[in-house]
């Protein structure tokens, strides 16, 4: 069975349902979304990214069109019926379809709210355990990166980056100072401290860089939440990336130069390092908790 796609309150196989082609998410990326992990068909921090969603619509104005509980009863109906275990469950609201194409609001709005399932693929146990490559950039997206909003051109122009060299991820710069992935959260490790960069209107507010902060906090692993410069990154002795479908990876060589990852030596490094291997136990014994407690 292929999970049923939610589309404005009704339930329909995935090939009946059909937004206008005048949708203003489909011709301005007029809409915000999110991605919710489902683990054992549980969804992983559904509060946190709903309240992220709100976020967002309200960066955009743009009322919602569902109640909190609402949302947690379709979330949680699909993470029921969806043909996975594991799962990523993806919503998408926009300002909806309008009669003549014009940049400002039509008066009355009429929402397209979109939920639907996808099979959840974890990263490889290989990118786990000898880390992956990344390049870098030069953040060229807009000034309200903490909306998760479907205008993602950039974030799909700098990802490209990264697959064309043949790497995993593209990690940003903007003036000097790192920001995040194109689709992650970035961590630094430097002298057994994990640096975060700031949230801030440049970087969207990661759920999966809430929880590492969280477990950093919980097992005593010294950590400091500030503006990280282009040179702390390059000279990092680890660098991490995460988000809701990869978890936490480590980054092993950046623009073709390893990540030293805990070892001394000049051109050594280009494993993962010791910290990333404890916080990938801790995310992973959290995760098993918090599924077991239901
Ligand atoms: N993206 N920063 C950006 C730009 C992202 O697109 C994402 C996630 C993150 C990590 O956020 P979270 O930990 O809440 O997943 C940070 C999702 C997975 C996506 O667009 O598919």
Not at 175 to 192: R, Y
Not at 216 to 221: K, Y
Not at 257 to 268: D, E, L, M
Request: with cysteine; proline share 5%.
């Amino acid at each position: 069975m292929t999970a049923r796609v939610f589309l404005n309150g009704q339930w329909l196989a995935a090939e009946d349902a059909r937004v206008s082609v005048m949708d203003r998410g489909f011709l301005f990326g007029d809409g915000v979304y999110e991605v919710i992990p489902v683990y054992s068909r549980q969804p992983f921090r559904l509060e946190q990214h709903l309240a992220r969603l709100q976020h967002s619509l309200d960066g955009i104005q743009l009322a919602n069109p569902y109640r909190l509980d609402e949302w947690i009863g379709f979330v949680t109906q699909l993470a029921g019926e969806a043909e996975w275990e594991d799962q990523s469950i993806y919503i998408q609201v926009t300002r909806g379809p309008m009669a003549v194409r014009n940049h400002a609001f039509p008066k009355e709005i009429t929402p397209t709210a979109v939920i639907l399932a996808e099979v959840m693929n974890t990263p490889p146990a290989n990118q786990r355990e000898q880390g992956i490559a990344a390049v870098s950039a030069a953040d060229i997206r807009w000034l309200r990166c903490d909306l998760k909003t479907t205008s993602l051109l950039a974030n799909c122009l700098l990802r490209q980056l990264a697959v064309s060299a043949g790497c995993v991820e593209t990690v940003l710069f903007r003036d000097g100072f790192l920001t995040e992935g194109s689709a992650s959260s970035i961590f630094v490790v430097k002298n057994g401290v994990l640096l975060a960069p700031m949230k801030n209107h440049l970087m969207l507010p990661g759920i999966t860089y809430d929880v590492v902060l969280e477990l950093a906090a919980r097992h005593g692993l010294p950590h400091e939440v500030r503006d990280i410069t282009e040179a702390e990154t390059r000279n990092a002795d680890e660098l991490w990336m995460c988000s809701s479908t990869k978890e936490v990876l480590p980054i092993v060589t950046l623009d073709g130069r390893k990540v030293p990852n805990g070892t001394q030596s000049a051109g050594a490094g280009g494993t993962p390092g010791p910290v990333f291997a404890q916080m990938y136990a801790w995310y992973q014994e959290f995760k098993a908790t918090v599924m077991r407690a239901g």
